[in-house]
């Protein structure tokens, strides 16, 4: 991965963006030499999003197994109003 730094961006966003769009080339952004930020083609970001997703997802699973045998054995379920309250709905 290449990289630049913020002063590098803020002298040349517009065409780094089109570095980045036509090549598919990912940028670490640095600032006083750290890396901060990256610039990533939008195609590398939503396969990230999905990735993460489906991490998370299967870290739940567990969870949601253990919930299902509950049910399974008590039939006690957890009311829909205490569902949405919990998630802020």
Do not use: H, N
């Not at 630049?4 to 952004?29: A, F, M, P, Y």
């Not at 640095?30 to 990735?51: Q, S």
């Not at 205490?82 to 802020?88: D, R």
Request: a positive charge.
């Amino acid at each position: 991965m290449a990289t630049v730094s913020s002063g590098q961006v803020r002298g040349g966003l517009s065409k780094l963006i089109d570095r980045v769009r036509q090549r598919r080339e990912r940028l670490k952004v640095t600032r006083r030499g750290e890396p901060v930020v990256a610039i990533v083609p939008v195609e590398d970001l939503e396969l990230l999003e999905e990735v993460l997703d489906f991490l998370q997802d299967a870290r739940d699973l567990p969870a949601v197994r253990k919930r299902l045998r509950q049910f399974q054995e008590t039939g006690e379920a957890v009311p829909w109003e205490q569902i949405k309250a919990s998630q802020g709905l």
